[in-house]
């Protein structure tokens, strides 16, 4: 199938517009179906930031649902047995979908919706990342490099095993469990997990409850400032999870008595967060990123973008040779039902793979770069 879709910012440091989609045609053999044109993914993608804006939902903002969206469409990915990533948009089916950790995303699902009726001619697989890219740039954040042409399973045969996605109870060696199996090393981690200035917890969904940063519909570097600046205090909720939570007082407005009137903001972490600054490989990066905001949306936009690719496979056009791509085309599928149809379990828990340990070197070698450099 072609590929004719790249979405990310110009060369030399232009002035851009905050999607660009460029079009990448190849001679090869002819393919049944075409991906969508570059003016045709403009219009999807105007059509996302004309949802963006949602008054009854979370701070009045759908994007931060999109982008978790995205994430954890991507986050499955095991890159020993190459199962699992963005493609074929297993999430509409109960096995990938009636995972607990994608409790609250049939919201962002349910946004997307009318934009795929209205063009279907894009795929849910290709629709619910590029919503993603719009959504960070139109949050403030970097703009990020997106390539389509993923095709949408037909049935849940190739959807991944549960229980691939991170638990926020976890501490520094679970990140590393669920991150190093998808091929990412400890810098690349820690400048996912920025992705935490956005949106907030739901006691009802995750089991957490609260917003990272003040601002939750604002893509900054505000959530590694707060990590290092604030004093976080262990907090257990009435259901039995455990979180770490500050008080903002300053955020309280005062009565004409010079008295709190309201409530004062609580902001929150949850566990997998204070452990990026409890270990020392993770943070340094905190630290770098709490910073440099430059570097953080550098590296950002850099890690997301191959994170949107995990399980693709591309040939030297860009095009996409999946076997289920090449054997049914760009493949837009219908809407599944929410029917239960497999069992809940991880049927590959405990696997970090070979791939555990060239990473490690490699966190090795970037930690003694920044001692030399510090020298």
Excluded at 148 to 153: E, H, K, L, N, P
Aim: glycine letters at 10%; hydrophobic letters at 35%; aromatic letters at 8%.
């Amino acid at each position: 199938m072609k590929n004719d879709s790249n979405i990310g910012e110009g060369e030399g440091g232009a002035s851009v517009p905050s999607v660009i989609l460029c079009v990448c045609r190849s001679m090869a053999q002819p393919q049944v179906h075409d991906t969508p044109s570059k003016s045709q993914l403009e219009q999807v993608a105007q059509a996302v930031r004309d949802l963006l804006h949602q008054p009854e939902y979370d701070d009045g903002s759908a994007g931060p649902v999109l982008v978790r969206l995205a994430w954890h469409s991507a986050g499955t990915y095991c890159s020993a047995t190459n199962t699992g990533g963005s493609n074929g948009a297993g999430m509409r089916y109960e096995k990938e979908g009636g995972d607990e950790a994608n409790a609250g995303l049939q919201h962002a699902r349910a946004f997307l919706e009318p934009i795929k009726k209205r063009f279907p001619f894009i795929t849910y697989a290709d629709l619910w990342t590029l919503a993603a890219v719009v959504a960070v740039k139109e949050m403030g954040g970097p703009s990020i490099k997106w390539r389509g042409g993923r095709t949408d399973f037909t049935d849940d045969n190739k959807v991944p095993p549960r229980g691939r996605l991170p638990d926020g109870s976890k501490g520094a060696d679970h990140l590393r469990h669920i991150f190093y199996r998808m091929g990412f090393n400890d810098q690349e981690i820690v400048a996912l997990s920025g992705a935490h200035n956005l949106g907030r917890c739901h006691s009802d969904r995750s089991g957490f409850e609260g917003k990272w940063v003040n601002n939750p519909t604002r893509f900054s570097n505000t959530y590694y400032k707060m990590l290092l600046v604030n004093d976080w205090k262990k907090k257990k909720l009435d259901n039995g999870k455990e979180q770490f939570v500050y008080v903002d007082e300053d955020l309280a407005e005062e009565n004409e008595d010079g008295e709190a009137s309201e409530e004062p903001e609580e902001l929150m972490m949850l566990p997998t967060d204070i452990a990026l600054i409890q270990d020392l490989s993770f943070r340094p990066w905190v630290e770098l990123y709490a910073e440099h905001k430059d570097i953080f949306f550098d590296h950002f936009s850099k890690v997301f973008a191959k994170l949107l690719e995990l399980g693709i496979r591309r040939d030297k056009n860009g095009n996409i040779v999946n076997e289920e791509n090449q054997h049914d085309g760009y493949k837009s599928a219908p809407k599944k039902s929410d029917a239960a149809t497999a069992a809940e379990k991880d049927q590959n828990k405990g696997q970090v793979g070979h791939e555990a340990k060239p990473l490690k070197d490699d966190n090795e070698k970037m930690r003694r770069r920044r001692q030399g450099a510090k020298l």
